[in-house]
């Protein structure tokens, strides 16, 4: 028997595979369904959708959601906003909220977006809560998405989740309105699609107005 995977909840345990995990995003249109994305499995059943701007009304602000019926908000993510402070700053920071049952939110994880070219390698940092580890951040982002090629990286330099393009869509469809995310094992896949909405909206794409 191999060895059991280390289990890595962020979100819910729930979400955590023992396997290795390969999901699909679909962009949607912002004329017919006002932006954001769908992430499906090898089935085509719906895991997550992506709520951005076009559907909110409101910037700096998402909200993934389970795909099972009628799309509990599992995640809220938004921009921290600090005015001259922010402005100031070489980064800009992103909140990522759970839900409990009373409707109250609770910080599970913060990316740091480079907001200064004085920021060495400019390499976005995600720190979880609780941590995971003694640095100040557990995972890095590395590649660049809008190519569809990056990864998030833990603090062993070891690839927990990887964002690409299969060679055939890749010929077929110029646009990157499909693409593929593999989530390791034990790794929380609403956290790694939590991050991934969080690029898609800093980068301009589907989730923003």
């Not at 740091?112 to 003694?134: D, F, G, H, Q, W």
């Not at 909405?197 to 589907?206: C, F, H, P, R, V």
Request: aromatic share 8%.
């Amino acid at each position: 028997m191999g060895a059991r995977a280390n289990m890595i909840p962020v979100i819910n345990k729930t979400y955590c595979s023992s396997s290795q995990v390969v999901l699909v995003v679909r962009r949607r249109p912002h004329v017919t369904n006002g932006g954001g994305f769908v992430v499906t499995d090898c089935n085509q059943k719906v895991i997550f959708k992506v709520d951005g701007c076009g559907i909110l009304g409101i910037k700096d602000e998402l909200i993934l959601r389970d795909g099972d019926g009628d799309g509990d908000a599992l995640l809220l993510i938004r921009r921290k906003k600090g005015g001259m402070v922010e402005a100031l700053s070489i980064y800009k920071k992103w909140k990522g909220y759970t839900f409990d049952y009373e409707g109250s939110q609770k910080l599970v994880f913060s990316l740091k977006e480079p907001n200064s070219c004085l920021v060495r390698n400019n390499a976005m940092k995600i720190s979880t809560e609780p941590r995971v580890s003694n640095k100040d951040w557990d995972f890095t982002i590395k590649g660049y998405f809008p190519n569809r090629d990056c990864s998030i990286i833990d603090t062993k330099g070891d690839i927990v989740a990887q964002v690409g393009v299969k060679k055939e869509v890749q010929e077929l469809m110029a646009s990157k309105d499909l693409y593929h995310v593999v989530v390791k094992p034990g790794i929380d896949q609403a956290f790694v699609f939590g991050v991934i909405a969080t690029l898609d909206y800093i980068y301009g794409e589907s989730t923003r107005c």
